[in-house]
């Protein structure tokens, strides 16, 4: 069944069950299950994979793939230990996660075809080592939101509430609404019932403790010495940036001296989320003045 782009739906349900029954899902090798990848878009277009950020999903790109697949072929994969993943093997670090990926990367993208990689937050953490182990295919690698200098062990970031096992969604609710607040968004109206939704079925499913790994400097060293060409996008508001956006600059001039810096006005973490529209908007140009 063939639909158009953008999808227009008019509950946030309606959508979501939209949006995955027209996915293609691949399954690739993860400890001893598998991975679970969705693609949207003309198979024939140019790949470009979204790599969610920690306790989240392939929907954390849910404002997002409908944009993207009406010029392109679009993957977001559900990382091990994260939505429908299975779980990767033993205590996972950042290199063991990225060659899941890289792996199953050479299943769903084959004959040696280049791809751009796109990683939020914890995704982008890892999208450095995959595009070394990828050097030859990567096209690009764009960093959105990630702490590359390591996640602040300081401030809103880490003043997050523990949801008490066993307590009813309605009880839940208002606890994850708050986290949301303080961690992913500049406006507390962001949050909406697309984001309440998509972050209580993700918290509900995520086994992966990514915190630990995003506190170190892997980001920042793995991009070191890559070939293809680096971006980045960041919200002005981002909490979770060590020690700051201008450190964060800084890092990134001297990793790539002439990589694209953005940064969004009144905007948080979730800057693909939180500002939709300009990040649709954005996104393409980058892919393209880098082609």
């Not at 999808?7 to 691949?26: G, I």
């Not at 693609?39 to 954390?60: E, M, Q, T």
């Not at 918290?203 to 920042?220: D, P, Q």
């Not at 070939?227 to 450190?247: E, Q």
């Amino acid at each position: 069944m063939t639909f158009r782009y953008p999808l227009q739906m008019n509950t946030t349900k309606e959508f979501l069950d939209k949006l995955r029954d027209v996915a293609r899902v691949h399954l690739t090798p993860c400890g001893e299950g598998e991975m679970i990848w969705r693609a949207w878009g003309n198979p024939d277009a140019s790949a470009i994979v979204l790599l969610h950020g920690g306790f989240g999903a392939w929907n954390h790109w849910v404002r997002n793939i409908n944009a993207l697949a009406a010029d392109h072929h679009v993957f977001a994969p559900d990382l091990p230990g994260c939505g429908d993943s299975d779980d990767p093997p033993g205590t996972p670090d950042a290199e063991c996660l990225a060659k899941i990926l890289s792996d199953g990367l050479d299943r769903i993208i084959p004959d040696d075809a280049p791809f751009d990689l796109v990683g939020f937050s914890f995704g982008g953490l890892l999208a450095g080592p995959i595009a070394r182990a990828q050097m030859l295919r990567a096209r690009s690698v764009t960093i959105v939101g990630t702490p590359i200098l390591g996640l602040t062990t300081t401030g809103p970031a880490n003043a997050l509430q523990p949801v008490p096992a066993g307590f009813a969604p309605e009880d839940a609710a208002p606890i994850y609404r708050r986290n949301l607040e303080k961690l992913m968004v500049h406006d507390p109206g962001a949050v909406d019932e697309l984001a309440m939704t998509l972050h209580m079925a993700n918290m509900a499913k995520n086994r992966l403790r990514s915190r630990g790994i995003a506190r170190r400097t892997i980001a920042a060293d793995s991009m070191r010495g890559l070939t293809c060409p680096l971006g980045f996008v960041y919200g002005d508001g981002d909490v979770t940036l060590d020690p700051d956006l201008d450190a964060v600059r800084a890092a990134a001039s001297e990793i790539q001296p002439d990589a694209p810096f953005r940064v969004f006005a009144d905007t948080g973490h979730w800057v693909q989320y939180e500002a939709a529209d300009a990040f649709n908007a954005l996104l393409p140009t980058l892919l393209s003045a880098r082609a």
